[in-house]
């Protein structure tokens, strides 16, 4: 159930971010989110650069929610 | 290294990343 939350959290997040709700998020949809959150154009590329896996310029939801579920796994270890 | 300058901060750009979501999620109705 852990795994569950986790994934539906993942896709509310996702959401967030993918505005056009394409499936995917690109490196302008993170810049974009600049005027929303608190971090720089250039953190939120360090952002998607670090979650990507495949280097294809999309960010998948799998991609996505595996970056949080890494996330997780250190606030807990923290 | 910068590359290893990067792989030390991305853990606290990446977690400021999804709390601010996280918060933004929750601020919403």
Sequence with gaps: TMQVEMLEKARELFRLCDKEEKGFITKLDMQRLQSELPLTTEQLEAVFDSLEQDNNGYLTPVEFSMGLGKFIGIEQYQ | ?29
Aim: proline share 7%; aromatic share 6%; net charge positive.
């Design chain 2, 1 to 29: 290294d910068p590359s290893m300058k990067a792989g030390a901060t991305s853990e606290g750009v990446l977690a400021n990343f999804f709390n601010s979501l996280l918060s933004k999620k929750t601020g919403s109705p």
